[in-house]
């Protein structure tokens, strides 16, 4: 009665176990179909996915993924496309079938970055990056070449010890197949203060015995003839009395001597007047009318000037000024009988004594106060073609042993201010520490603060005024303006997007204001805007139709020299960093990373070029006074200038 229950069964599981075979068969197992690509258990790159195998059957077609796939000589191939994630390829005919499974990564990695938000001001003394990266297969993270840890559940979270200034990483996220994705981001880091607050000892200048000659040259013409004559005809009538007047009728002397000396924390001023002639008259009150001329080899006046600031202003005083006149000899023409010849002797010796006395008391401290007074008394000045308006005063003003040495504190402020830039941003960035290095020189030695620089150009971001736009640039491999089509050739995912012939331009605005920091690279200093919005757009029928948006970061190292009242800065290699703003809008196939690198720099060089000699932040000429110091060094964060105080009369 159990037997052909017991032979049912069996029979039953024999059938099940060779369905079951046939169902899992595979090349490997040697069924009627094999699989001969992908393995079981590939990982693959891609959604397009080349399937081969081969069949013991007499069939003409077997069926993958719902195609039907045509059998020569026992071998097929077909390209499905599978979804992402772990699928299961079978190929079935008459009944047979085999399978393997994969797994389909056919996306980049992304690399998202949470914290700090791109183009963000961060206050603090180290950069903290934290973020995720999103793959199925991932495998490594990079900054720069450096292995970065990432948790399970892809988290990272970087405390970098970098220094204050603009900076720009992009990390790099590889998976098991080769897939490259890229995240960046973009910041300023360090300590901000307000744009109306003055920067500590932005300048530092000191003057030596070189420099002191050329200020006593541009001071003697103040003793000319035509500056001490008012003063001495000013006096008549040097003698009123009974017996009539004596005046002065004009002054005249050759040459004039200044020598500005330290000594004991005052500075010497000497001042000689060579071959000094007096005409003067004697109108006797009965008789006739005598006239004669003072002759003075040399009048020679001495005297201390003390030197200070007052209100942020630079003070210079005498008190007092020794002035001996040698070979005096008075020449009268007519008789002497009239007068007593000691009374106008004396008279004339004292009258031009006291004369050039106060003459040296009233135009020498001026003409130094007024040439120190002008630097920080407040002006407008033109960096890359924005006003921008410095407000400061001295800080200190003193003698040392060898001239004068003086700092000043200095603040810059936009014109006209863009409200909605400046109230994001916590203000300009300092990098300094307010001590600016010994900048003693025979001639002239000035150091110029990283930070005023900073001042300057973020003044000059404030105003809203840095964003341009490039139109149709030229490719530099055609010489050709850059069209859509162009674009398409190195983005074919865009075609149809915009006409070919319609012109491609860029607008770029700056997210955060351009940096100048110390070079990271063996140079002097880099100028670094950290995040510059670039939008592509097509111009069609003359309005812009939105591409997308990528953010560039330039880099440039530069040597900066002071000549001609200017600082100019000569570029000596420069970079580019592109990335996409917004991973999502990321053309299909659209170059990244180095590649859009290389590319937006062929792009750029052709408006770089004309570019790599700026003259940026102008020096007003003080009182015709200007410096020519061609090379530069950096020391503490300041710009290290040696050279010489130039002088050219202004009348």
Known sequence: MHTPRLLTLSLSLLLLAGCAARAGGSGAEGGAIRLTAPEDGALLGTASVEVTGTTSLAVDEVTIAGQQVPVEGGTFEARV??????????????????????????????????????????????????????????????????????AEDGRFDLDLPVGPGAHRLRFRAEDQVGHVGYGFVAVLLGRFVPPSQTQPESISLSLGADAMQTLAEAIAPELSSEAFQPFLTGANPVVDSWWGDLSVTSELHSMTQVGLTPRDGQLEVAAILYDVEVPFVVDLAVGPTLSGTVYVNAATGIGSATVGVDAGYPVVSMADVDVTLSGLFIDVDGLWDWVDRNVVTSALRGTLTEKIREMIIARVPPMLDDTLAQMPAGYTVTVFDHDLRINGGF????????????????????????????????????????QAPDTTHDSLGAALSL?????????????????????QPVLQSTGRPFTFAALVLLIPSLRGQAPDDAPVSFIMEPALPIVVQPATDGGLIEVVAPDLRTEVVAVVDGVDQHVFTFSVGARASIDVSLTADEVSVAVSSYSLMADPVDPTEVPRGAPLGPSLDNLLLGLAEPVVAPHLEVGGLLIPSLLGFSVSAPRATLENNYLLFEGTLLHERVE
Do not use: C, H
Request: aromatic share 4%.
């Open 81 to 150: 496309d599978l979804p992402e994630g772990q699928q299961r390829i079978t190929a079935s005919a008459a009944g047979e079938s085999a399978s393997v499974n994969v797994t389909v990564d056919s996306l980049d990695p992304v690399v998202i970055i949470e914290s700090p938000e791109l183009g963000s001001f961060v206050q603090a003394e180290s950069l903290r990056v934290q973020g995720r990266v999103e793959d199925a297969t991932f495998q490594n993270l990079y900054l720069g070449d450096e292995l970065v840890p990432v």
């Open 395 to 434: 800080d200190s003003l003193g003698v040392t042993r060898r001239g004068l040495t003086a700092t000043l504190d200095l603040g810059v402020e936009g014109l006209d201010p863009d409200r909605s830039l400046v109230a994001r941003s916590p203000g300009t960035l300092v990098m300094g520490d307010g």
């Open 451 to 471: 930070d005023i620089l900073n001042a300057a150009l973020y003044a000059a971001w404030s105003t809203g005024e840095l964003t341009f736009r490039k139109d």
